[in-house]
């Protein structure tokens, strides 16, 4: 039996062993029941009205009592439902209260999450190119949310107090402003139910060799690739993955070794990059032994057999929210330069120390060059992001004591029973609701503040990229990721490295600030107040005034940066209301130009801005 032979215990196991197909097809789609579709259909609607009405794009006409209505296109069809109105222009819409009727006789209509998308197509700008993809986006997320629903319950107090993987595999929303929050187009029915985070399944990566002349690897400082593979691979497999390239007469010093998700590998690589396997620029070595779970990122692989190694983030050719999720060659190469710099600055920072503030580094990265399809399109193109991968820290040993980890995403969790999981951990501290969130702020905001005040760096700090440090419920500290492809500087004078250039973005002055008011404020905070108010864990004025209590208390701490604050105000009465879904509904194939993120952005007018009530403070300290 040859090394590369089918059933060669070295080659990457079947699509049957690594998806988990069941002998039985019918089993595959058993989620998908009337009762389930239907559920599915009307918390996805719900969504639709709360979001598509936040952004403007859906004008709903009060009916009296808390009900509302929205008309179709034609108006021949009509949607109402109850809902409570928050700060931010937040709907928070029941999903037991939606109901659908004909507009000329009242007659009921059954809900159905796709004819809605038909019928508000105009209002919702759903172009002819993009409405077919986007309702198989639509599609995909119900199969997902009628999956989810089989699972048993668990409540918000048991996961609050779980282990960080549980909690990560336990989300059940996904991102809380994009409505088609989890197409994964690409995905069969089968892979979904071995790739996706809340299938909870273990992975085993399939690992490829590469010709040292058509592959990069970049790695940060203190480490190479000899000990990055050491710490990662055990010796009996590198002896193994190294024999089957000596099976082949090649000498493995001649290849560079990348992990690739199995979905790559059977649909992609194994295709696509078919001339590199038959010329051996590429060779498939096998699987690894560690077992790892996919992130809610999807294509980042946390490992379980060994959670003090680090992730795997992996090139994944499945398009999901707006983008194809792969990781390119080029890109990738400045990845450990940048982490590194960033550490750097928040180590070398007092009051980021202070706030114990950390990052998790891409500590290196290796990508493959594919000569001819880097010659046949330009800079951007998915063909550029088939096979490339990282390797990032784990934050598992930086907990002491009883620390434990949860992602920030679970705050806005919320079980079938309408508990929140963020009400659990206040409650599990046995704090006053407020000072939880002083504290939850402390660690989260403030290095959010005072990156971008003192050095105009800017994160991407959604619940996904931040990673909440606890103890007995309380939040002490936050752990930031995802940072060589989600950061940004956006002084045009600041003196960078030129490995980390990069990161360098030409924003106008006046959107600078959105960085805060829509990535912290409306796209997370937003949820997070609305939650604990209609839970009723502490009112709306309350949660806003001590979010503008700990601005003024970080501005307090570095009087040095008046200026800044005169600059950036973030008392201002209102701010540009920038809409994600408008971005997805616009092009969800690719919502942005990375090149130039600000300027494909999509505005709605203003919101007002919810600390703005509480500015006297910072008008008598700095004189605005």
């Not at 796709?114 to 599609?139: C, D, H, Q």
């Not at 973030?570 to 994600?580: D, G, K, N, P, V």
Request: one cysteine or more; glycine letters at 6%; charged letters at 25%.
């Amino acid at each position: 039996m040859s090394p590369t032979s089918p059933t060669s215990p070295m080659s990457p196991a079947s699509p049957a062993s690594t998806t988990g197909r069941s002998p039985d097809i019918t089993a595959s789609v058993s989620h998908l029941t009337p009762d389930l579709w239907d559920r599915a259909g009307r918390l996805l609607i719900r969504k639709a009205l709360a979001e598509f009405s936040h952004e403007r794009l859906l004008t709903p006409e009060p009916l009296g009592g808390g009900r509302y209505r929205v008309l179709s296109d034609a108006e021949d069809v009509e949607y109402r439902f109850t809902a409570r109105r928050f700060a931010l222009e937040h709907w928070q819409v029941s999903a037991d209260s939606v109901r659908r009727f004909r507009a000329d006789d009242g007659t009921e209509l059954p809900l159905d999450p796709l004819e809605f998308f038909i019928e508000l197509r105009g209002a919702l700008g759903l172009s002819a190119e993009v409405l077919p993809v986007y309702l198989e986006e639509i599609s995909s997320t119900l199969a997902g949310t009628a999956y989810k629903l089989t699972k048993k319950p668990v409540s918000s107090a048991e996961l609050a107090t779980a282990g960080f993987q549980e909690i990560e595999t336990g989300m059940t929303e996904g991102h809380p402003c994009f409505v088609a929050n989890n197409g994964r187009l690409g995905f069969g029915v089968d892979e979904y139910r071995a790739y996706a985070p809340e299938a909870a399944r273990p992975v085993r990566l399939v690992w490829l060799a590469a010709r040292r002349d058509r592959a990069t690897f970049s790695v940060g400082a203190g480490l190479d690739y000899a000990s990055l593979i050491g710490g990662e691979l055990p010796a009996a497999t590198r002896e193994r993955f190294d024999g089957v390239l000596r099976g082949q007469g090649l000498d493995p010093d001649d290849y560079l070794l990348i992990p690739v998700h199995p979905w790559q590998w059977w649909n992609k690589l194994s295709v696509t990059f078919a001339a590199e396997l038959a010329q051996r620029h590429l060779v498939c070595v096998g699987e690894g032994e560690d077992a790892y779970l996919a992130q809610q990122s999807i294509r980042t692989f946390f490992n379980t057999s060994a959670p003090a190694k680090h992730y795997v983030k992996t090139a994944l050719s499945v398009l999901n929210m707006g983008f194809t999720r792969g990781l390119s060659a080029a890109y990738m190469e400045a990845t450990p330069a940048i982490n590194d710099w960033l550490a750097g600055l928040v180590e070398s920072d007092e009051r980021l120390r202070a706030a114990r503030f950390s990052i998790i580094r891409e500590r290196a990265a290796v990508g493959y060059h594919h000569r001819q399809y880097e010659a046949a399109t330009a800079k951007g193109s998915p063909y550029l992001k088939m096979l490339a991968a990282l390797w990032r820290e784990s934050p598992v040993p930086s907990l002491r004591g009883r620390e434990r980890l949860a992602t920030m995403a679970s705050l806005l969790h919320t079980d079938r029973d309408g508990a929140s999981l963020a009400g659990a951990l206040i409650a599990e501290s046995g704090l006053a609701p407020a000072d939880w969130l002083r504290r939850y702020l402390d660690a989260y905001l403030v290095p959010v503040l005072h990156t971008f005040f003192a050095y105009d760096l800017v994160f991407m700090p959604h619940g996904e990229n931040v990673i909440l440090v606890l103890e007995d419920g309380v939040v002490k500290r936050t752990i930031f990721k995802d940072i060589a492809e989600e950061i940004a500087v956006m002084d045009p004078h600041a003196v960078l490295p030129p490995a980390v250039e990069r990161i360098r973005v030409d924003v106008p002055e006046d959107k600078k600030a959105l960085s805060i008011f829509t990535d912290v404020f409306d796209c997370f905070l937003r949820f997070l107040s609305a939650s604990l108010v209609s839970e009723g864990v502490l009112d709306e004025e309350t949660f806003w005034r001590t979010v503008a209590d700990r601005v003024h208390a970080y501005q307090d701490s570095v009087p040095e940066l008046a200026d800044k604050f005169r600059q950036y105000d973030l008392f201002t009465e209102e701010f540009a209301h920038s809409c994600l879904n408008r971005l997805q509904l616009r092009d969800n194939k690719q919502m942005v130009d990375l090149q130039d993120p600000a300027g494909g952005l999509q505005f709605a007018g203003t919101l007002e801005n919810p600390i703005a009530p509480f500015a006297a403070r910072t008008e008598q300290m700095y004189g605005m």
